[in-house]
């Protein structure tokens, strides 16, 4: 909280933040209920707040937002351990079970659900009422699915990622931009998402993740810088609490740019690298700006919503093989 400038003394109150949780019951007979110790002993009332989007890992009626912050955010790490100790695919249903069952035990009168745009900026803020809230974010998360920001066209050979981390998506990339997840649980082709990427380079962490990794094994290329600044047990914890230790496995590592991308390439299928279908951007949660390749141009254009900003020129590379050209 301190490194987000929430302190006492900026808030001008008391903050009680802790693992601690009260255990208040079960659901579907053997499934514990866990909820946040402080906000359950010593609250009036609890007011959830959450983001309504897509999730990384799962389809469902819900994904997150208020269910899941009342069901693993106020269950805490305890809450969340048992909730992926049964696996993501047993999430479309026990979100919603936990999270109607707690507000049944807790006194929640309302929740605060925020929706952002393709640009991540808030574009929806809406107080739900508790007894609509699971029917209302139902239809939030609809319109947060229209609204996310995601990359145009329909087959792409390599993807060039800059930054990833968990300021960004809790996967480090967001899956529902690249359509690729940790643990490959969701057919997102068959569902009909796209585009459809062959291969995904990834460049660097952002400085706001800390060292954490997570889902640096989306990856099927990375550059060293990246693996240099990954925090072990920061992302070892994320992935052992998720249980999805795929997405802390490296990927290919070269140490320049240029390396990075002409063997990337080289695991792509049908692809020539004089007509591959190339694009870059700078972390999943920004693709208002991208750099395509002239191969892809096209496909984008007929998406009609982009527009061409610069001239196609050659990819600029300096003495050590490294992109030039920034954001």
Same mark, same amino acid.
């Given at each position: #909280?301190?490194?987000?400038? %929430?302190?006492?003394? !900026?808030?001008? $109150?008391? /903050?009680?933040?802790?693992m601690e949780t009260v255990h208040i019951g079960y659901v579907e007979e053997t499934v514990p209920v866990y909820f946040d110790r402080n906000a359950y002993e010593g609250a009036d009332a609890v007011i959830p707040i959450?983001?309504? !989007?897509?999730?990384?890992?799962?389809?469902? @009626?819900?994904?997150?937002?208020?269910?899941?912050?009342?069901? /693993?955010? #106020?269950? !805490? *790490?305890?809450?969340?351990?048992?909730?992926?100790?049964?696996?993501?695919?047993?999430?479309?249903?026990?979100?919603?079970?936990v999270g109607q069952f707690s507000l049944t035990k807790v006194n929640m009168p309302f929740g605060i659900a925020t929706v952002e745009n393709g640009h991540a900026h808030c574009s929806l803020i809406e107080a739900v @009422?508790?007894?609509?809230?699971y029917d209302r974010e139902v239809e939030l998360l609809k319109i947060a699915r229209e609204r996310i920001g995601t990359l145009p066209g329909d087959e792409l050979d390599l993807l060039i990622i800059d930054e990833i981390?968990?300021?960004?998506?809790?996967?480090?990339?967001? @899956?529902?931009?690249?359509?690729?997840?940790? %643990?490959?649980?969701?057919?997102?082709?068959?569902?009909?998402?796209?585009?459809?990427? *062959?291969?995904? +380079?990834?460049?660097?962490? &952002? @400085?706001? =993740?800390?060292?954490?990794?997570?889902?640096?094994?989306?990856?099927?290329?990375?550059?060293?810088?990246?693996?240099?600044?990954?925090?072990?047990? !920061?992302? +070892?914890?994320?992935? /052992?609490?998720?249980?999805?230790?795929?997405?802390?496995?490296?990927?290919? =590592?070269?140490?320049?740019?240029? &390396?990075?991308? +002409?063997?990337?390439?080289?695991? $792509?299928?049908?692809?020539?690298?004089?007509?591959?279908? %190339?694009?870059?951007?700078?972390? =999943?949660?920004?693709?208002?700006?991208?750099?395509?390749?002239?191969? +892809?141009?096209?496909?984008? #254009?007929?998406?009609?919503?982009?527009?061409?900003?610069?001239?196609?020129?050659? %990819?600029?590379?300096?003495?050590?093989?490294? #992109?030039?050209?920034?954001?």
């Open positions: #909280l301190e490194h987000y400038g %929430i302190t006492p003394e !900026k808030m001008g $109150c008391e /903050i009680r933040a802790s959450g983001r309504v !989007k897509p999730h990384t890992d799962f389809v469902g @009626p819900v994904e997150s937002g208020l269910m899941k912050m009342i069901a /693993i955010g #106020l269950g !805490k *790490q305890k809450g969340a351990e048992y909730f992926h100790a049964r696996g993501f695919k047993h999430f479309d249903h026990l979100i919603p079970a @009422p508790a007894a609509q809230m981390g968990k300021d960004v998506s809790g996967d480090g990339a967001d @899956p529902n931009v690249i359509n690729r997840d940790v %643990i490959g649980l969701v057919d997102r082709a068959a569902l009909g998402f796209k585009p459809v990427i *062959q291969r995904i +380079y990834m460049r660097d962490l &952002t @400085p706001d =993740t800390e060292g954490n990794a997570t889902g640096v094994g989306m990856a099927d290329v990375v550059l060293k810088r990246l693996v240099d600044k990954i925090d072990p047990l !920061k992302t +070892y914890m994320n992935m /052992i609490t998720s249980k999805g230790p795929e997405g802390a496995r490296i990927p290919m =590592t070269f140490d320049n740019d240029r &390396t990075s991308i +002409y063997i990337a390439l080289a695991c $792509c299928l049908d692809t020539e690298v004089e007509t591959a279908k %190339i694009a870059r951007i700078r972390s =999943t949660k920004y693709v208002e700006d991208m750099y395509v390749s002239e191969a +892809y141009l096209n496909e984008v #254009l007929a998406s009609g919503r982009v527009d061409v900003i610069n001239e196609p020129g050659p %990819i600029a590379f300096d003495a050590n093989g490294m #992109l030039t050209e920034g954001w």
